[in-house]
């Protein structure tokens, strides 16, 4: 496994890759490796020649300074993982070396930036845009790969890929669970083991949705019981729980089960902020 810390660093080997004929899949992280992150890396080796992951914990995607100075740095740990699951190569770039200067671009995704995260995280998809951008264009990969966790910013990425004409393929790979069905996630390890339990509100109540629309149930209806059930939790504060596209998240107002649909959940737990989604109609 090759660590490297420049886009400079990379470009011999992203040459003798080109002269090889060999594909390189990107798994872009923020480092905290879980086993989520893990199944990214093991679908990039299955269909790429060469895996390139990176680790860069972006700032100009955190619209809660609180949550950026306490997002886990586990960068030893990480590589460790890595190196286990035979990565080619990681990039490991300084904040001074990917923002030499703030950047004074900004990306707008149109109405994927008035619903759901866009609505609740202000200026978060620019962030995401803007480094996606810069990671695609130093690595230049064949195919990247995303967590349908993630679900919105999976949409806004395949948009910005569609819409700037980057020669790459978007892969999403399914939500990995813990056994109770709680999706994992780096923000996980901060919660207590009070809060580890309630978490499970999301899955179970996406779970619940889903069963209640495939037996006829109305949305609303629906929609309005969970609300109650979060309401009625003390550490949870429910910020949106809705039913949507899930490539152009157009916020349905009724079940149509001869459309793609998923449900989409944010709630805070204590101080920790969870998202997560399931499909309904696929």
Same mark, same amino acid.
């Given at each position: 496994?090759?660590?490297? &810390? ?24 923020? *480092? ?21 992951? $990176? ?9 809660? +300074? ?13 590589? =460790?993982?890595? @190196?286990? @699951?035979?990565?080619?190569?990681? %990039?490991? /770039? ?20 008035? !619903? ?5 995280? /202000? *200026? ?9 951008? =810069?990671?695609? &264009? ?15 910013? !999976?949409?806004?990425? =395949?948009?910005?890929?569609? #819409?700037? $004409? ?11 669970? @813990? ?12 919660? $207590?083991?009070?809060?580890? @339990? ?17 037996? *006829? ?28 596209? /899930? ?7 009724? %079940? #149509?089960?001869?459309?793609?649909? +998923?449900?989409?959940?944010? $709630? ?7 998202? #997560? ?6």
């Amino acid at each position: 496994m090759q660590v490297f &810390n420049t886009g400079a660093e990379w470009q011999k080997n992203w040459l003798q890759a080109l002269q090889t004929k060999k594909s390189i899949g990107f798994v872009p992280t923020m *480092g905290a490796l879980h086993e989520g992150h893990l199944d990214l890396i093991r679908a990039s080796k299955k269909s790429t020649d060469l895996t390139v992951v $990176s680790i860069f914990v972006n700032p100009i995607q955190f619209n809660n +300074s609180e949550d950026f100075e306490k997002y886990p740095i586990l960068t030893d740990q990480d590589l =460790k993982l890595l @190196e286990k @699951e035979n990565v080619d190569f990681v %990039f490991l /770039p300084s904040a001074e070396s990917v923002y030499p200067e703030k950047p004074r671009l900004s990306f707008n995704f149109g109405e994927l930036e008035t !619903v759901l995260e866009g609505a609740f995280r /202000p *200026g978060h998809f620019s962030g995401v845009g803007v480094i996606v951008s =810069k990671l695609f &264009n130093i690595i230049r990969p064949h195919q990247s790969f995303f967590g349908q966790k993630d679900l919105q910013q !999976v949409a806004i990425i =395949k948009r910005m890929v569609a #819409d700037l $004409s980057f020669p790459v393929e978007i892969t999403v790979v399914p939500t990995r669970r @813990e056994g109770d069905g709680l999706a994992l996630s780096s923000r996980n390890m901060r919660l $207590s083991s009070s809060e580890r @339990e309630k978490a499970l509100l999301l899955f179970n109540n996406l779970t619940h949705a889903k069963n209640e629309l495939m037996k *006829g149930e109305k949305w609303l209806a629906v929609r309005n019981q969970i609300t109650q059930v979060f309401e009625a939790e003390p550490l949870a504060k429910l910020e949106y729980f809705e039913l949507v596209d /899930p490539e152009t998240f157009l916020v349905y107002s009724e %079940f #149509d089960p001869t459309k793609k649909s +998923s449900i989409c959940v944010a $709630s805070y737990i204590g101080n920790i902020r969870l998202i #997560d989604n399931l499909p309904i109609i696929p």
